[in-house]
């Protein structure tokens, strides 16, 4: 008996040394050491292998394919930047997810927040104010003159869509737009009102046409 245990001892010792015991390690909390230390190949291999799910995290929390591109590269530029930040690496899926889904919730604020001023910038330049309906027909209508105002500003030249945007979506002063974008405030007043005359222009009916009420 004890020589069979013995042999049943030798066999299971050479079958641990054909098929040694190992430990399971988790690859991407090594890419994340990486990236602390300022490994950008790193953060590249990060991406590709968390990539998919960080998408899937943003997309719920968002609801807005438009914006998904743009929120991811905010992401993983702000892993590159806040790497260090992380004491525990083991718990860079959590730390990661949170940031991700962060970064949903500012960009869908920032969404809802763009919609109600372009809103009541369409409508003051509509001359519509503070009109109201339950008609279906006139919610559609009102509808497509605002992404008639939102194309209106996409296709702007740069000079005036860039104070435009300021100062009507994110509610700068002249002096703030003219300091960011190094400009006389002169200047910055004279393309806004360039910019407000091209929208007006834009949004104007057609000679002759007629408007139905």
Known sequence: MKRDSKRAMAASGSVAMIYPLTQEVDQDQQLIEAVQAGDGQGLADLIARNDRWVRGVVYSALGDANLLDDVMQKIWLAVWQRCKSLDDPRKWRHWLYRMAKNAAIDAGRRKRRQWNLWR????????RGGERSDD????????????????????????????????????????????TLD???????????????????????????????
């Open 120 to 127: 009541r910038l369409a409508q003051e330049m509509l001359g």
């Open 136 to 179: 279906p027909a006139r919610c559609a209508s009102v509808g497509e003159e605002h992404h008639a105002v939102l194309r209106v500003i996409e296709s702007m030249p740069a000079i005036y869509r860039e104070p435009f945007v300021l100062r009507h979506l994110e509610g700068w002063t002249y002096r703030h737009i003219a300091q």
């Open 183 to 213: 400009l006389p405030i002169d200047t910055v007043g004279t393309r806004l009102v360039r910019a407000r005359k091209l929208l007006a222009e834009s949004l104007a009916p057609a000679p002759g046409s007629l408007e139905v009420d």
